[in-house]
């Protein structure tokens, strides 16, 4: 039975410290998740640069670098569903990377995505996917799972009818790679969620899921408005479709996470509203 998760990066800004945070977690627990997805770069000391850029971009680390995770996790009553690492840091100590892993007793690793780097490029992606190929035998050793996670970037052609996304599914050795499937991103990028998803199929191992619409309410200036993240239900995404298929190939978490615009401008409510729609498709 598939785990109902929360990524950490949702709750950077209510990490402030361990009180609040053990009290986020808890509200976490109380909403019906049963566990959390872990970022690295959240749980371990990283520089002002990291800290800064993510905060540009509206998701605020917190300050939970020094913090209890695992301790904390268990008082909640929440599991590590997962570990969200860079790749550089896999290829360079992957020995730091699964004992983290193994601290946190999660059994998958999860790179998120390339910073600074070419996808329409078509030798650099078939690199990235040797590299990945490399570092996911090197944790397999460990029994640690190696998946990549996609954003829209992926979505960039590297020949005329080939995206790099196309390439990192043909070119990674499903022994040693697979995916976590974040369909916000590919529905953004005017790309078919669900085509991908029975594309996977079973290497589709964890699923991200979020809505998108807007929250905009009465006339427009003009007929053109921003789409952003929703609370689960409240968009147009066809969600129901897309859990449904996620969890015919039996992943092992549904992952929620919404990247800001949330309701009342608090990730604890967000995440309580899109519950409901977890506890109604998964229960």
């Known amino acids: 039975m598939a785990v109902k998760a929360v990524q950490q990066i949702m709750l950077g800004g209510v990490c402030k410290n361990e009180a609040q945070t053990l009290s986020t977690l808890k509200a976490v627990k109380a909403a019906g998740y ?21 905060r540009a971009a509206g998701m605020p680390v ?5 913090f209890d995770w695992r301790g904390m996790l268990k008082e909640a009553g929440l599991c590590a569903v997962a570990l969200h690492e860079d790749l ?22 999860v790179i998120t995505g390339m910073y600074r780097f070419d996808y329409s490029d078509r030798r650099a ?33 590297v020949e005329k009818n080939r995206t790099a996304y196309d390439v990192l599914i043909e070119e990674t050795d499903s022994r040693y790679v697979n995916f976590e499937l974040d369909s ?43 789409s952003d993240s929703m609370e689960l239900g409240y ?24 990247h800001k615009n949330w309701a009342e401008k608090s990730p604890v409510k967000s995440l309580q509203m899109s519950a409901a729609f977890l506890k109604e498709h998964m229960d």
């Open 34 to 54: 049963d566990g959390l997805e872990l970022n690295g770069f959240m749980i371990r000391p990283t520089s002002l640069m990291v800290r800064m850029l993510t």
């Open 125 to 157: 992606v078939e690199e990235l996917a040797k590299d990945l190929n490399a570092s996911g035998e090197r944790l397999g050793k460990s029994g640690i799972a190696l998946l990549y996670h996609n954003h829209n970037c992926e979505f960039r052609r």
């Open 235 to 258: 968009g147009n995404m066809n969600l129901e479709e897309l859990i449904t298929q996620a969890l015919s190939v039996n992943v092992d978490a549904v992952i929620l996470e919404s």
């Open 184 to 226: 916000y991103w590919p529905t953004e990028a005017g790309v078919s969620a669900i085509a991908l998803m029975k594309r996977l199929g079973e290497r589709m191992r964890l699923y991200h899921i979020n809505d998108r619409g807007t929250k905009v309410t009465g006339p427009s200036m003009t007929p053109i408005l921003k």
């Open 88 to 109: 550089g840091s896999v290829k360079k100590n992957p020995e730091a990377v699964i004992d983290r892993a193994a601290e946190l007793l999660t059994d998958k690793v």
């Open 62 to 66: 917190g300050k939970g670098g020094n």
